[in-house]
């Protein structure tokens, strides 16, 4: 174990039990290595077969360096079909959006008249304000695939409050909630428009990610059976009951250019604070359900499944969250929320 780079993630975790030793193994991502990383969603909302075409276009025009595909239906039952665009610094990002052609085919007012909707977020990963966890460090997932190296096995997992723990610049006070109460969600009508909605200090993204490309038949009839559906409830009452501080709540999957389904799904979840996603995964019954039959399914197999579990969590500041909505429906992402924030 790599005791000096487990020892970076924080001096002194606040929940870890006395002399814990974690029953399995887990690994982080090297962010104190690293710089500012940011993620770029690029998502069209009820994509024809050519409004896909042409976005794949420019996807493949604008060249991007690290990127993944993704589908989702949102909560209006919309199609959404998302590019994830990862970039090792704010300074990459901005030379790309400046350099790659990106900003002018974003900016052309046809997408006004469409019969699709476009929409951008961008998240910002400051070192001290985010973590990441693998439960195999082959691969990394996500904005960690910014990371080269990964840590571990680390110590601050497995018990409640490892994730705080694993966020450096956490402690009593500081990353608490900034808008003293959850807004109602009000529709925002964009047609025609363009939105933008800034998130408030301290809003927290959670992508929680699920890579079944390795599981054989046995398990992942299993995994369909026993864990998926209390997966799918979770993230569905999540999206459901915004007075848990949710924003937003989408179910995704991974696919390829031409939309089909790879066996990669994730939870990306934009919470009013870290500490209202930790009161969700801690005591709600949707997230105790999903564990649960986790540590079932591990139990049962003594510790020998492919399933590879990953997450990272993200504290932003003012600046670090943007979002930009064309022609979407009213209630798309962080939209509903734009009137309070
Ligand atoms: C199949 C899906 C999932 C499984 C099997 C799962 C299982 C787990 C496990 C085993 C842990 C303990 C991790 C550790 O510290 O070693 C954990 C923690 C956590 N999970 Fe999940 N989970 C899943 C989905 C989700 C989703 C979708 C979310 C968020 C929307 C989520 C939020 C969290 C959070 C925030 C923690 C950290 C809690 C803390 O450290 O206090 N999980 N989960």
Same mark, same amino acid.
């Given at each position: 174990?790599?005791?000096?780079?487990?020892?970076?993630?924080?001096?002194?975790?606040?929940?870890?039990?006395?002399?814990?030793?974690?029953?399995?193994?887990?690994?982080?991502?090297?962010?104190?290595?690293?710089?500012?990383?940011?993620?770029?969603?690029?998502?069209?909302?009820?994509?024809?077969?050519?409004?896909?075409?042409?976005?794949?276009?420019?996807?493949?025009?604008?060249?991007?360096?690290?990127?993944?595909?993704?589908?989702?239906?949102?909560?209006? @039952?919309? +199609? !959404?079909?998302?590019? &994830?665009?990862?970039?090792?610094?704010? *300074?990459?990002?901005?030379?790309? /959006?400046?350099?790659?052609?990106?900003?002018?085919?974003?900016?052309?007012?046809?997408?006004?008249?469409?019969?699709?909707?476009?929409?951008?977020?961008?998240?910002?990963?400051?070192?001290?304000?985010?973590?990441?966890?693998?439960?195999?460090?082959?691969?990394?997932?996500?904005?960690?695939?910014?990371?080269?190296?990964?840590?571990?096995?680390?110590?601050?997992?497995?018990?409640?409050?490892?994730?705080?723990?694993?966020?450096?610049?956490?402690?009593?006070?500081?990353?608490?909630?900034?808008?003293?109460?959850?807004?109602?969600?009000?529709?925002?009508?964009?047609?025609?428009?363009?939105?933008?909605?800034? @998130?408030? +200090? !301290?809003?927290?993204? &959670?992508?929680?990610?699920?890579?079944? *490309?390795?599981?054989?038949?046995? /398990?992942?009839?299993?995994?369909?059976?026993?864990?998926?559906?209390?997966?799918?409830?979770?993230?569905?009452?999540?999206?459901?009951?915004?007075?848990?501080?949710?924003?937003?709540?989408?179910?995704?999957?991974?696919?390829?250019?031409?939309?089909?389904?790879?066996?990669?799904?994730?939870?990306?979840?934009?919470?009013?604070?870290?500490?209202?996603?930790?009161?969700?995964?801690?005591?709600?019954?949707?997230?105790?359900?999903?564990?649960?039959?986790?540590?079932?399914?591990?139990?049962?197999?003594?510790?020998?499944?492919?399933?590879?579990?990953?997450?990272?969590?993200?504290?932003?500041?003012?600046?670090?969250?943007?979002?930009?909505?064309?022609?979407?429906?009213?209630?798309?992402?962080?939209?509903?929320?734009?009137?309070?924030?």
């Amino acid at each position: 174990m790599d005791l000096e780079k487990t020892v970076n993630l924080k001096k002194c975790p606040m929940h870890m039990p006395e002399n814990w030793e974690p029953p399995v193994p887990a690994f982080s991502a090297d962010i104190a290595a690293g710089s500012r990383a940011v993620s770029l969603y690029i998502g069209i909302q009820r994509p024809s077969s050519e409004s896909l075409e042409a976005l794949n276009s420019i996807i493949e025009a604008v060249d991007l360096p690290n990127y993944d595909l993704a589908s989702f239906t949102d909560r209006a @039952g919309h +199609k !959404n079909y998302v590019c &994830i665009a990862y970039f090792s610094s704010s *300074t990459e990002h901005v030379q790309w /959006e400046d350099s790659s052609g990106f900003t002018k085919w974003w900016e052309d007012d046809v997408h006004l008249t469409a019969d699709y909707g476009l929409w951008v977020e961008r998240y910002a990963f400051e070192p001290g304000q985010f973590e990441t966890l693998i439960s195999s460090p082959d691969g990394f997932e996500g904005v960690a695939r910014q990371y080269g190296e990964s840590v571990g096995p680390i110590r601050e997992h497995a018990y409640w409050g490892g994730m705080e723990d694993r966020i450096p610049n956490s402690a009593p006070g500081v990353l608490d909630p900034t808008v003293s109460e959850m807004p109602k969600a009000t529709p925002s009508e964009t047609r025609g428009k363009r939105l933008v909605v800034k @998130g408030p +200090k !301290n809003l927290c993204l &959670i992508r929680s990610g699920q890579d079944l *490309t390795s599981v054989k038949a046995d /398990e992942l009839a299993e995994y369909n059976k026993d864990i998926e559906p209390h997966l799918s409830a979770g993230l569905a009452f999540l999206g459901e009951n915004p007075q848990t501080g949710c924003f937003e709540s989408r179910y995704m999957t991974h696919c390829n250019a031409q939309g089909q389904a790879i066996a990669k799904t994730f939870g990306m979840q934009v919470f009013l604070s870290v500490s209202h996603l930790q009161r969700w995964a801690q005591f709600h019954p949707t997230h105790l359900a999903i564990f649960n039959s986790f540590q079932n399914m591990a139990m049962q197999r003594e510790g020998q499944f492919d399933l590879r579990l990953w997450h990272e969590v993200a504290v932003m500041d003012e600046s670090d969250s943007y979002a930009e909505y064309i022609n979407c429906d009213p209630m798309t992402g962080m939209l509903p929320f734009r009137h309070a924030l």
